[in-house]
């Protein structure tokens, strides 16, 4: 059977509060539709790893998701990245977390990946790499003035509240973590999860979205998956390799990801996670428990990018 | 059915040219038997999560293996500490990484598990954590002579070697990582792993030993796992939440732990990793494809503690 190199892409689940007017949330949708078609184009001269990395990318250069540029603020006022990478083909992964001056840090999981032979750094340690990478810029590239002055007016009011900073993210109106998930013609399956994490986070905190299993999830003729949410419920399920596990047990993709959701939700309440995932054949596959999640997904001859935000919308 | 508090520990999987002289492996092993020692002291007053956490602080500050005290430089000549905690009871986790200002990684991975609303904190994040709950040591508590006379005559020769660390690890004669097992009188699962990672490896270099699913895993009615080896391949197998996922399916303990480092065997070659685990009614089992796994377990009322080093000991 041929395949056709398939991408989907998420922008992160959360609530509609995220957004600060219509004009937000045009533009968050658009850059969807951008991180899909720059998928398709890599896939013309490249294989799914290279369609994910191009599509994460794309989301964290543009600055409108908390990935990359548009990155959140930490509780000392940084920004710190996590993102992971994984390879279908012979389950190798990249990733780095707590990462400051890096703007694609999905690039430098990559590095990881394929000039080390390490899966995960941190740190410091990890933009050294992005120096000998050229991936290294200061700190002024990541921190703008509307950042510092959300910074200044939540922290005047913070009080001892950031110790319970995952239900601040929830009051706040989080919209955590971009991802995508392909498949290229060969067959092979792709998965790439990249995030500012939550605000006001405690520095050093680390999220799903580097932690492979967790943040996403990519085994050729099983499945890939890239998950968004609050990180540390995400970690706890698993959700990733979960998803996985029920599609090599033979359940549908479609379903796999409702039940994992379902699973979250009896665990740990509603409102916490999202996925999507591409199965071994190309078929796409969306859930989640928040109020809201951007996803787009093309193909190869569609001829379209097919985005989706309300639970209610047709996707795929 | 009642149960007999019982705890598992290991002291690492790895190869016999770790150990220096005979007297080094006999105080390597009789740690181990203090562990599980402690681990059982700990049943009487407290859980589970009580009895891992002791038994793994006891080989931290012991010094004798690759954790706490004992625990290996990397490239820059410094300790970085991984480790991670699970209360099977809800999923809880805590853990750290590329942590240098404790001794004592578990005990800080507890506090990142009941202290904050995180389950990952890394680096100074996490030292600063650590200060907060008067963890924090001075750097000269984890560095003596030994190591660095060892860093210095291994640096000498390193040239461009440091980038195949996970090789070199193989070829220095590693013994990575402590853990335990326990379940406690109400069937409460728990599992913790820490570590001071592979000599010479890139700083910020995170291993599986933090990573639930990968080095370690909790889940009343189901098991609590611990494994050890070159981390790498254990995070890209998610070896201990795959044990977890055949025993939920009906497979046997000793059949589970044995079926994954099959697995990882047949993916990435023997001499990487082992595991411990223990289920829902107090089975403890090992298993490992490297030449060597100190390992040792007891239970309320047996009155004598199993040790273990070869593959052919007895064990449980």
Request: charged residues 20%.
């Amino acid at each position: 059977m041929s395949i056709k190199a398939t991408i989907a892409v998420h922008g992160g689940a959360g609530s509609m509060s995220y957004f600060i007017n219509e004009e937000h949330r045009q533009r968050y949708l658009r850059g969807l539709v951008e991180a899909v078609n720059a998928g398709l184009e890599a896939s013309r001269r490249g294989n799914a790893l290279d369609m994910v990395v191009d599509a994460v990318s794309i989301m964290e250069f543009d600055g409108s998701y908390d990935a990359g540029k548009g990155s959140v603020l930490d509780l000392y006022g940084e920004v710190e990245q996590d993102a992971g990478v994984m390879w279908g083909k012979d389950l190798s992964v990249g990733a780095v977390a707590s990462v400051r001056h890096v703007i694609n840090a999905i690039k430098l999981a990559r590095i990881v990946m394929e000039k080390t032979d390490h899966v995960l750094i941190v740190g410091e340690g990890a933009e050294e790499l992005a120096k000998h990478f050229g991936l290294w810029v200061p700190s002024i590239e990541l921190i703008n003035e509307a950042k510092i002055n959300r910074y200044n007016s939540l922290i005047k009011n913070l009080g001892s509240r950031y110790r319970k900073n995952v239900d601040l993210a929830k009051e706040l109106g989080f919209m955590d973590t971009v991802g995508a998930v392909a498949i290229d013609k060969d067959g092979n399956l792709a998965a790439a999860t990249s995030t500012g994490g939550t605000i006001l986070k405690w520095p050093g905190r680390v999220g799903d979205s580097p932690l492979p299993g967790a943040g996403y999830w990519a085994e050729n003729g099983v499945c890939a998956v890239s998950a968004t949410g609050i990180g540390e419920f995400i970690i706890r399920a698993m959700a990733s390799f979960r998803v996985a596990t029920l599609v090599k047990g033979g359940v549908k993709i479609s379903e796999a990801v409702k039940q994992v959701v379902n699973y979250v939700t009896e665990l740990f309440g509603p409102g916490n996670i999202g996925l999507i995932a591409i199965d071994s054949r190309g078929n796409v596959a969306s859930a989640f428990n928040t109020e809201v999640m951007g996803r787009a997904w093309s193909q190869e001859g569609l001829g379209k990018v097919i985005v989706a935000h309300y639970p209610g919308d047709p996707f795929p």
